[in-house]
């Protein structure tokens, strides 16, 4: 099994999040138990991370297994070797392969070689393990997600991709307000669209960040320009000025807690006094991609 979508969880994303709030609780009494003892994981970067890189290489620690880091640039890959090839090879060392790339098809493609467990640690399109703590994140606050209203604010980029198709799967209503031009990928709102049907999740594509967070348990909200986009920076500070996450939007939801998958432009898509604030559950997440992708690995190799 592969996860290169959060669709790819599919029922057994109930048995992740058990998993995930026991491995949570026993870290807390720092219990800790080896399931991955023996375990090798090939960590590919062609981005940089903080979360990403240090969640999953402290939960192969935890977990009595080990976390190899791989620059492109100090690899072969790095020199022209196929993607394919590095997928056969690496498929003989390791016993499963996280990677943090620019291109989802070079995901796609390494997974199709591989011929152990291949993980999406962010992509151009989706960014899986971030929703699956998101979502965890949330069942905690309201016990439930089903009926759950998140409200997501900005650029449709790949954690709204990810958030937009665990909402259909996982029964939770989502609203999602973008400036023209950067709403999310038609195909993937299609494909929520179709899977929600059997949740019973209702998905909004909107324009007015206040019509989105009516009614809203969490809003949601990321960076404006992402990697690779340093280019646009100007052009989408102006597009999105009035996407930001403040404390006038709050008002249009006093209830809303605010989350944001970070690292965060401060005084940009999010105040200070919002990020900082007592809505704020954003650590919260940051500390669950610990205790979920803990949940992941087990769940692919143990």
């Known amino acids: 099994m592969h996860l290169l979508s959060i669709l790819d969880l599919g029922n057994a994303v109930e048995d992740v999040f058990a998993l995930a709030k026991e491995f949570k609780r026993r870290s807390r009494r720092k219990e800790l138990e080896e399931l991955l003892r023996g375990k090798t994981l090939a960590m590919i970067f062609e981005k940089a991370s903080t979360r990403t890189r240090v969640s999953f290489e402290v939960a192969m620690a935890q977990l009595g297994g080990h976390a190899l880091y791989l620059s492109p640039k100090e690899m072969q890959l790095g020199r022209g070797e196929s993607i394919a090839d590095t997928a056969r090879t690496l498929s003989r060392y390791v016993d499963a392969i996280m990677i943090r790339a620019y291109r989802h098809g070079d995901v796609v493609e390494l997974a199709g070689h591989a011929s152990v467990p291949v993980i999406n640690g962010l992509t151009d399109l989706e960014h899986p393990c971030q929703a699956a703590s998101d979502f965890f994140t949330m069942l905690e606050v309201k016990g439930r997600l089903r009926g759950v209203k998140l409200a997501?604010?900005?650029?449709?980029?790949?954690?709204?991709?990810?958030?937009?198709?665990?909402?259909?799967?996982?029964?939770?209503?989502?609203?999602?307000?973008?400036?023209?031009?950067?709403?999310?990928?038609?195909?993937?709102?299609?494909?929520?669209?179709?899977?929600?049907?059997?949740?019973?999740?209702?998905?909004?594509?909107?324009?007015?960040?206040?019509?989105?967070?009516?009614?809203?348990?969490?809003?949601?909200?990321?960076?404006?320009?992402?990697?690779?986009?340093?280019?646009?920076?100007?052009?989408?500070?102006?597009?999105?000025?009035?996407?930001?996450?403040?404390?006038?939007?709050?008002?249009?939801?006093?209830?809303?807690?605010?989350?944001?998958?970070?690292?965060?432009?401060?005084?940009?898509?999010?105040?200070?006094?919002?990020?900082?604030?007592?809505?704020?559950?954003?650590?919260?997440?940051?500390?669950?991609?610990?205790?979920?992708?803990?949940?992941?690995?087990?769940?692919?190799?143990?």
């Open 152 to 302: 997501y604010v900005g650029d449709g980029n790949n954690v709204c991709h990810s958030l937009l198709l665990g909402s259909a799967l996982l029964g939770v209503d989502f609203s999602c307000a973008t400036p023209r031009g950067y709403e999310p990928r038609q195909e993937i709102v299609a494909r929520a669209m179709e899977v929600a049907k059997e949740s019973g999740a209702t998905i909004e594509i909107l324009r007015r960040p206040e019509e989105a967070v009516q009614g809203a348990d969490f809003i949601y909200t990321d960076v404006w320009v992402s990697m690779g986009q340093e280019s646009e920076a100007e052009k989408r500070m102006r597009v999105f000025r009035s996407y930001q996450v403040n404390s006038e939007l709050l008002a249009h939801a006093p209830d809303a807690r605010v989350m944001h998958c970070l690292p965060a432009k401060r005084g940009y898509e999010i105040t200070d006094d919002v990020i900082d604030g007592d809505a704020s559950i954003v650590w919260e997440q940051a500390e669950n991609r610990l205790h979920v992708q803990k949940a992941i690995l087990v769940r692919l190799l143990g």
